[in-house]
């Protein structure tokens, strides 16, 4: 028992250390560094003294989502008592959020404890509203800035510290011989810019900003601003900016959120939001904006809101605003109304942000400031509209909605799907011209140009598709998960191409693969194969791909698809260093010829030529390596144009490739996106051609929502969780009732029908239904797949219980609507056990921090297989079936098409 209890505090030690490791990690610019999903906050109302009863609850937030990206600035404005602190307080942790998940590079810092916590405050500080009330009297300037010092002396060492706050207190604009003043000795300005020092002590990543200015006179605020735009060029700090003060919010803003009641009523970049409000709230708060200008505040429509905002403790149903709205109708009450995204908005490029040279002047604020200068200390633009005739917010009085645009109110994506996130920042390094009223549009001939642009793509057929940034690089033996195949498949040919109908391996490069004793094979590449930058296709090419995925040196995550070649035990040895360069088992013996030698017999050898893995390299692959890896060169029927990390890849279609199979249209862009919701959401308002998963909570309104355009095609997938077995407390013996109890605690048929609304069928085997009985398909589960609670809660006791008491059910969170069906399944398994606790759903940031996480992860073949669907925690290896069988479902624009879930 005690080395049991060793063993335990390693493995927690150890994911303790990898949980900290994932915080430290560094996040590229432009890529998502907090999401926000469904953040609540409830506050208890109860009655009685000695025997208190909850009676009802204040909903402070709830259901805030947003993400939060890397070098952004995100504003959040509305009225007192809208959540905006309390959110801010939520994603300190300062209050423990009653539902909902705050994501930090993947990790719910929700529910995270000791040294992950404690990594996580060291990279999100806060600057606090009052810094009056936020600095303590007693202590000097030097204790409040070096107090951080103490909690993470790793930081700045005891002696080096009185230095280090002095350097915060001259990065502030303060002198560093104020450090032994204390607080009470300063000006307003000078007390936020010590909060803000203090904020910096640690270099986080994140700094909330909690109405940083509001209790500062004007020229101050300015001083402040100004101060916090320079620090973030110079920290690359991503800020969440609170404030009431809407000329101040979009200067300093990438993106502005509008919160009312306790939930996000809008969210886009400053230019949808100030010159292209969607809600009618959004509306009415910028038409209050003070307008200096007489004439122009003659011309203006003020928009007076009728009635008080409803209490949390009892908000309106449906659309929480419907109350003091002019639009509202009778469904408001029931379901919370659509917001048409701006035509101006619907087809743009998806941006990611811009770097920027510390020292250089802040170049991508250009676009807010009335010239390409800084802003001096004391001056602010002015207000929305102010000093010139200003906008009437747009309103449509015949009570309709842009159908083809509609985007879900409070949704992550309602007015800034992930592609306009992007696209804002990347439009920030491109000044537009002011006009004389001052309003900014972009010039005539840009605006002509892009439009020109848009009617040539569609001209050239070129289809765009959702998609996910690959999790390496796109080396054909480093790439095996869906978003990086996804490209192989259409830049790379090989030996063998597998027909999407019936999955037959047929040849593609291969003009024959001959074999005496299914050990050594002759293979004979066709001739007039070239890549696309002209060089031939020859037997070495294949040689030395196979070489290079197969040495230890080159950290090719699929090296062990090569582990039947002979020889690939001294280029990849399970231990120590490699004793050879090439594998013995592979010879070129001419221009079009190679042999291959196995270590053992294996007939079907030529079917697994068709993976990726196998495909053919130019030798500039490996004279520019680099170079290769910026622009990735292959032989298949497009080439990659462009790529753009976070953003997009452009692929062209290649016109002399010598192949059957080419390219039926003029290219494909690839569009990234983080949240399937908002690809759903582009989808539906014609910004999209493709999305390769309908999210679950779509799929009742996928038929209405698409028509025809909407293809529900079976496919031989399976889905499946399987046991940590390299964990001692999930292999022992006799465990095998308990995971026949597991799978008896699932109700399959009920999550098949109400989450994903039959898409999908119920498993029996460890093959699809759609292969049949030639392909290997039989019910052989039995009982063992049908839903039995009694029969479960006493198979799971009889096998030893649940280890710890708890079943984790870990799922990359990145992408598709895995926490749905998870949920589902932990909710059918504690229901049936008669513990809420039983099962949980553990979300892991993408699944390459699962694979970093995994402690066998320097073996790929024995880690979860690769996918976008890949989860971890309960497969049965006796019942040998455990969860449904995927019958995939993908929606399609105008290009129709197969792929799978």
């Known amino acids: 028992m005690a080395d049991l209890g060793k063993n335990d505090e390693a493995v927690a030690a150890a994911n303790e250390e990898a949980l900290v490791a994932a915080i430290e990690a560094p996040v590229g610019r432009g890529e998502p560094i907090l999401q926000v999903r469904g953040l609540k906050k409830h506050f208890p109302l109860t009655q009685g003294i000695l025997f208190k009863k909850q009676v009802g609850a204040v909903k402070a937030v709830d259901g805030v989502s947003f993400d939060l990206y890397q070098g952004e600035t995100l504003g959040i404005v509305g009225e007192s008592g809208c959540g905006k602190s309390t959110v801010a307080k939520l994603l300190m942790n300062l209050e ?41 009297p007693r202590m000097t300037v030097g204790d409040i800035i070096g107090e951080p010092f103490d909690i993470h002396p790793e930081v700045a060492p005891k002696g080096d510290r009185r230095r280090k706050v002095q350097e915060l207190l001259d990065v502030v604009g303060l002198n560093p011989e104020y450090i032994n003043r204390y607080p009470h000795q300063f000006s307003g300005g000078q007390r936020q810019r010590i909060g803000i020092a203090r904020g910096l002590a640690l270099n986080p990543e994140i700094i909330i900003c909690d109405e940083p200015v509001s209790a500062l006179d004007v020229s101050v605020q300015a001083q402040v601003i100004n101060l916090m735009e320079k620090l973030q060029d110079e920290f690359n700090l ?133 010239d390409t200068r800084a802003v001096p200390h004391g001056r602010l633009p002015a207000p929305h509209g ?29 007015l800034s799907a992930n592609r306009y996130i992007r696209e804002a920042l990347h439009a920030r390094s491109h000044a537009r011209q002011v006009g004389r009223s001052g309003h900014r549009r972009r010039p005539r001939g840009d605006r002509l140009r892009r439009r020109r642009q848009r009617r040539r793509r569609r001209a050239d057929g070129v289809v765009s598709s959702s998609w996910g940034d690959p999790q390496n690089p796109l080396e054909p033996a480093n790439t095996n998960e869906v978003q990086g195949g996804k490209v192989l498949s259409m830049i790379f040919r090989g030996l063998k191409q597998y027909d999407p109908k019936t999955g037959e391996a047929k040849d593609m490069l291969a003009e024959k693969i001959e074999t005496s004793d299914s050990t050594n094979f002759t293979v004979t590449v066709k001739d007039g194969w070239t890549f696309s930058n002209g060089e031939k296709v020859t037997a070495k090419s294949f040689v030395d791909a196979w070489n290079y995925g197969a040495h230890l040196k080159n950290n090719q995550k699929n090296a062990y698809f090569f582990g039947q070649i002979q020889g690939y035990d001294q280029v990849h040895p399970e231990k120590g260093e490699p004793t050879a360069e090439t594998m013995s088992g592979l010879k070129v013996t001419g221009d079009r010829t190679f042999t291959v030698k196995l270590t053992q017999k294996f007939s079907t050898w030529p079917v697994t030529l068709g993976y990726a893995a196998f495909a053919p390299l130019p030798q500039t692959f490996f004279s520019d390596h680099a170079g290769w890896l910026s622009k990735p060169v292959g032989n298949g029927p497009y080439t990659i144009d462009s790529y753009s990390k976070g953003s997009q890849m452009v692929l062209k279609k290649w016109d002399a490739y010598p192949g059957s199979d080419k390219a039926q249209n003029g290219g494909v862009t690839l569009k990234v996106y983080t949240d399937n919701n908002t690809a759903y959401t582009d989808l539906i308002a014609g910004n999209l051609d493709l999305v390769d998963d309908v999210p679950a909570a779509q799929l009742k309104n996928v038929e209405a929502d698409l028509g025809d355009r909407y293809i529900n095609v079976p496919a031989g997938i399976i889905q499946t969780l399987s046991f940590p077995f390299y964990d001692a407390n999930w292999n022992k013996p006799n465990q095998a009732k308990l995971r026949q109890g597991l799978s008896r605690a699932i109700d399959r048929n009920q999550i098949t029908e109400t989450i994903f609304q039959k898409t999908r069928t119920p498993a029996v085997d460890w093959t699809s239904p759609v292969l049949g009985e030639d392909g290997g398909f039989k019910d052989v589960c039995g009982d063992l797949c049908t839903y039995d609670a009694a029969e479960a809660k006493k198979l799971v006791a009889e096998g030893g219980g649940i280890p710890s008491g708890t079943m984790k059910i870990s799922y990359n969170a990145d992408t598709g609507s895995h926490k749905e069906w998870v949920d589902a399944v ?47 925690s309960s497969r049965t290896s006796s019942s040998r079936c455990t969860t449904p069988t995927p019958r995939p479902t993908t929606a399609s624009g105008r290009t129709p098409s197969s792929t799978s879930w």
């Not at 539902?99 to 929700?110: C, L, N, P, R, S």
């Not at 404690?118 to 936020?134: E, G, L």
């Not at 229901?831 to 694979?851: E, I, K, S, W």
Request: with cysteine; aromatic share 6%.
């Open 96 to 136: 423990r959020a009653t539902a909902g998940e705050v994501f930090y590079k993947g990790q719910d810092i929700t529910k995270l404890s000791g040294r992950a916590l404690k990594a996580v405050r060291r990279n999100i500080q806060m600057v606090f509203q009052d810094p009056y009330t936020s600095l303590n």
């Open 826 to 872: 932990c909710n059918s398994i504690n229901r049936a056990l008669g513990n809420d606790r039983a099962c949980v759903g553990n979300p892991v940031g993408t699944f390459a921090d699962y694979r970093n996480r995994s402690p066998r992860r320097s073996s790929p073949a024995r880690s979860a297989p690769a996918g976008r669907w890949t989860t971890r």
């Open 238 to 370: 991503s800020y969440l900016f609170i404030a009431h003060d809407l000329s101040i919010v979009r200067h300093i803003s990438d993106r502005v959120g509008v919160m009312y009641l306790g939930k996000m009523a809008e969210i886009g970049t400053d230019t949808q939001i100030y010159e292209h409000p969607t809600h009618p709230y959004t509306q009415a708060l910028l038409s209050a904006v003070p307008v200096p200008d007489p004439e122009a505040r003659a011309h203006r429509e003020r928009i007076i809101l009728t009635g008080d905002v409803p209490s949390p403790a009892n908000p309106p149903s449906g659309c929480s605003f419907r109350t003091r709205c002019w639009k509202a109708q009778e469904r408001c009450a029931q379901e919370v109304p659509l917001l048409a995204v701006p035509a101006a908005f619907r087809a743009r490029t998806p941006w990611r942000p811009t770097p920027r040279r510390a020292t250089s002047p802040r170049r991508s604020r250009s676009s807010r400031r009335t």
């Open 386 to 414: 102010a000093g010139r005739p200003a906008r009437a917010p747009r309103r449509r009085t015949d009570g309709r909605r842009q159908r083809a645009g509609a985007v879900p109110q409070g949704d992550i994506g309602s």
